[in-house]
């Protein structure tokens, strides 16, 4: 698992539009917050997505850029922002090589049952390509509103 501080993994995904973004587009630029979550269109996804679609424009006003990440295909991206309107970027990572790179992809139990998942978790790196914050595990609900507050105490 990483932690604060370290250089954040490099990383090119494609996007909802099969366009690749490469982490290095935002070195200098943008602080990023590289969330994780489970699977496109389910409750606490949806929570999630729609909690950082309402605060965009804030994450923004502090050159901030927010990209979800799940195994799910650019066609299912696009049919989640879609359905719900979604304001933020999601990245494809079919392959699980993202999630691999940021130690996301865990053993999870389920009513007794065992499997790999994605664990939902947080990065927020900052211009210089650095985590400032590392969050595995978190709740979907309000988590939004917590990375804008640790955004605005980069500034």
Known sequence: MLAKNQTAPAFSSPNQHNVMV???DYHGKQNVV???YP???TPGCTIEANQFTALAVQFAKHDTVVLGVSKDSCASHQAFIDKF?????LLADTDGVLCEAYGVWQEKEKNGV????????TFL???AGQLAEVMY???AEGHAEEMLQ??????
């Open 39 to 41: 699977k496109d269109d």
């Open 34 to 36: 590289l969330y994780f």
């Open 114 to 121: 065992k499997k790999m998942g994605i664990v939902r978790s």
């Open 137 to 139: 595990g978190v709740t």
């Open 150 to 155: 640790k955004v605005q105490a980069l500034a």
């Open 125 to 127: 790196i900052n211009k």
């Open 22 to 24: 490469n982490l290095s």
């Open 85 to 89: 309107g979604l304001q933020v970027d």
